[in-house]
């Protein structure tokens, strides 16, 4: 089976809860589930040039994802974000600013990773300065004919705008956001927001989107593309907390776009990877290879 090559592109950073911290930061979070599902994951961010720099580097390496594309920054120190968890398993941010990811450089590394991705998965957060989002666009503009463009929306505090969001959706050909993220996007881009369904068509068909995924929480997820839509009911777990979940979900339904599979598949699929995430502590649980293959496998 071909193996495809997937980026994850923007912040790596340090989450630090009140029992301990653990790398995160939605692109290595993507590219670790991508890796757990056989693909080859590969981080594109900075660090650094301090212990919790070298301590994400060791930590990549341990998950089996390759440090090669982490650059490391002389002045900001390492992105660190503080998170709490409440009784229902939903985190709340407090995201450090300036850090290394806010200054991203365009290198001759970073252009070859993007002449060899399969598909590149990128977010609002990591474009809040001016350098890194010149930066992931650069990217994006070097990349192939035929890349997967996922534009994975991730409102945090006040790090998006408008022109942020419409620049990222014209670079798409996959939005994913969830259901509390949507009404938000809809206005801020110039659409009256009445219901998920109508507002999905919209994005789909102002920005030349071939797949808008809308992500529910418990009760699951629709994808909407230009020829039909697909709704799943979710997957009932006792959840530990919901960091990383939606980045599983987003591996998930890559991985299963990228072969050409159905909308149930695909959302089949990235429901039981987010589901799965959300039942464990953190965002990057150990390999277990019996719910994987059910995950590889999803079809309907």
Request: proline content about 3%; glycine content about 8%; charged content about 20%.
């Amino acid at each position: 089976m071909k193996k495809f090559t997937t980026v994850g592109l923007g912040e790596l950073l340090w989450d630090v809860f009140p029992e301990g911290r653990q790398l995160g930061g939605a692109p290595a979070n993507f590219a670790y589930m991508t890796s757990l599902l056989g693909d080859e994951g590969i981080v594109a961010s900075r660090v650094g040039a301090d212990e919790l720099g070298e301590e994400a580097r060791q930590r990549l390496e341990h998950l089996g994802l390759s440090a090669s594309f982490l650059q490391r920054d002389p002045t900001y120190r390492t992105g660190i974000v503080q998170v709490e968890v409440d009784a229902k398993g939903q985190p709340t941010f407090q995201i450090a600013e300036p850090v290394a990811w806010d200054s991203f450089e365009w290198t001759s590394a970073w252009q070859a990773l993007a002449q060899k991705a399969d598909a590149v998965c990128f977010g609002s957060l990591a474009q809040r300065c001016a350098q890194s989002q010149q930066t992931i666009h650069s990217f994006l503009k070097a990349i192939r004919p035929g890349t997967t463009r996922v534009f994975d929306v991730n409102l945090r505090q006040t790090f998006y705008s408008a022109q942020v969001l419409a620049d990222s959706a014209k670079q798409a050909d996959i939005i994913k956001l969830n259901n509390d993220e949507l009404p938000t996007v809809a206005r801020l881009l110039g659409f009256p927001f009445h219901d998920e369904e109508s507002a999905a068509e919209w994005l789909l068909n102002t920005f030349h989107i071939k797949l808008v995924c809308i992500t529910r929480g418990a009760t699951g997820s629709l994808l909407v593309s230009e020829y039909a839509k697909h709704e799943h009911p979710g997957i009932r777990v006792h959840v530990a907390d919901t960091v990383g979940s939606g980045d599983a979900f987003t591996a998930a339904l890559v991985y299963h776009y990228l072969r050409r599979d159905s909308l149930a598949s695909m959302n089949e699929a990235a429901n039981r990877m987010g589901s799965w995430v959300a039942s464990q502590t953190g965002a990057t649980p150990a390999r277990d290879e019996s719910r994987l293959e059910l995950i590889r496998a999803a079809a309907q």
